[in-house]
């Protein structure tokens, strides 16, 4: 799987200020990537539906 940037990744606006939060990489229309900013190299892959 390839590694996105730090750029690619948005902090969702529901994540706190702490060290607790959830970041967020479409990829393209159907398929989007999430990730905790404690394990940044676990990566769930979905898909808006799903969501």
Do not use: F, H, Q
Not at 16 to 37: K, Q
Request: aromatic residues 6%; negative net charge.
């Amino acid at each position: 799987m390839n590694k996105l940037s730090a750029r690619d990744w948005r902090k969702s606006s529901y994540s706190s200020e702490g060290n607790a939060c959830l970041y967020v990489s479409a990829l393209d229309s159907a398929t989007i990537r999430l990730r905790e900013s404690d394990e940044p190299d676990t990566i769930l892959t979905t898909n808006p539906t799903a969501l």
